[in-house]
């Protein structure tokens, strides 16, 4: 009975091939818990380490009042909504890339907006898009609790891609 319900499943698109891509993404994240520790504001070293030779892009505009204090040769902000005075570009994350975006920026910044995205492994593989080869992602996704156990280690493997609240990068 048993291998006839095996055989009656229907496979439709490539869902197995995707999560086996998802895992590689989740397992190539480095997490750096230094500011969990020493609760220092981590935007300060973002734009310590950004040079004045980088083109920057600002996802969600967080780093909003240390905006002027990064000296690039160019800021861009991208956001999915119109908000006035800013973003410089209007996209959706989990949208199709545009060529134009290609490989344009040396640093990437996410701050808290994967946890928005309805889905994050397309938003993370578009800004890998966008970023040049040498290129950094800074980002984070704040998660509810500050502290998991490790009896959740399963949910965790998932979820740390998804909701922890480290510094990342890709």
């Not at 995205?117 to 080869?133: C, D, G, I, T």
Request: glycine content about 2%; charged content about 25%; some cysteine.
């Amino acid at each position: 009975f048993m291998v006839w319900l095996y055989i009656m499943k229907k496979i439709i698109g490539k869902a197995q091939e995707k999560n086996l891509r998802n895992i590689d993404i989740i397992n190539k994240a480095k997490v750096n818990n230094y500011y969990i520790k020493n609760h220092e504001d981590f935007r300060v070293k973002i734009i310590n380490s950004i040079d004045k030779t980088d083109e920057v892009l600002d996802i969600g505009k967080y780093s909003r009042e240390f905006n002027e204090k990064i000296n690039s040769k160019n800021l861009t902000t991208l956001d999915a909504n119109d908000f006035g005075d800013y973003p410089d570009i209007i996209f959706d994350l989990c949208d199709e890339i545009d060529n134009s975006l290609i490989e344009k920026y040396d640093k990437i910044i996410c701050l808290a907006i994967l946890e928005h995205v309805y889905n994050p492994f397309k938003a993370v593989e578009n800004m890998r898009s966008m970023l040049k080869p040498v290129g950094v992602i800074y980002g984070y996704a704040p998660y509810l609790y500050f502290y998991q156990e490790l009896n959740y280690l399963y949910i965790l493997i998932i979820l740390r891609y998804f909701y922890f609240y480290h510094y990342w990068y890709l």
